[in-house]
Structures are given as C-alpha cells and as structure tokens.
C-alpha cells in the first residue's frame, strides 16, 4: 500500500512539473547511448484465480521509464491468454525500478519492453 501511495505521488509531482510533456510517445522511438538497467525486481505474486485452475502463460509489457528509473505507464504488449496473468504483470510492472536510459550523458524517459513467464511448478 505505501509502494503504492509513493508511486502515485511521484505520478502527482510529474503532472505539478510539467515533465511529463518530456516523455516519449509509445511509438516514437528514442535513441539512446545506455539502455535502461532493471535494478530491482520484486518476486512477482501468480494470481489466485489462475493457480486454482490450473493457467500458465506467457505476455509481453511495456513501460515507460521515466528519467529517475521509476516505471509510470504499463501495458499489455502481447496478452497471455488470460486477464489474471496480464493483470498481474501490469500491475508488478509498477514495482520495478531501473538505472534509466542515457543520451549524451544525461538520464531520459524511454519505453522498454520485456517478457514475463508464468509457470506453475
């Protein structure tokens, strides 16, 4: 709950800003000199509902990192099949942090995208 309340306040201080106007479109591709460097990863949780029946998939997201390395878009890039496990992934998503991408030296706003496997053992 309190990830939660900071990364809404962090969304909060980009719109009192006006950074957000410096983000990059979806489809705007963005050179970079680094790309961005997941740093931390939390486990992800399998849904309840898809680990009583029996779900396993695969799906792509996408997300914007922002120039601090704080995620503040997600998306479905490539569903799984099931709403439980895009769901799930979107919303972990938001609790990844990166080493931003670089351009001339300087941390920028880029999308990233990037698998995730959910296998029942």
Known sequence: ADDKREHAKHLLALVDDGSVCDLPSISEPVP??????MIDQPRIEYPKV?????VEGSMFVKALVDKSGVVVKAMV?????SMSLDNAAVEHAYYCRYKPAEQSG??????VAYQYEFVLH
């Open 32 to 37: 970079v000199d680094k790309f961005p460097e």
């Open 77 to 81: 890039h490539k569903s799984s099949g």
């Open 50 to 54: 898809a680990m009583k029946r029996g």
């Open 106 to 111: 300087n941390p920028i706003a880029v999308w």
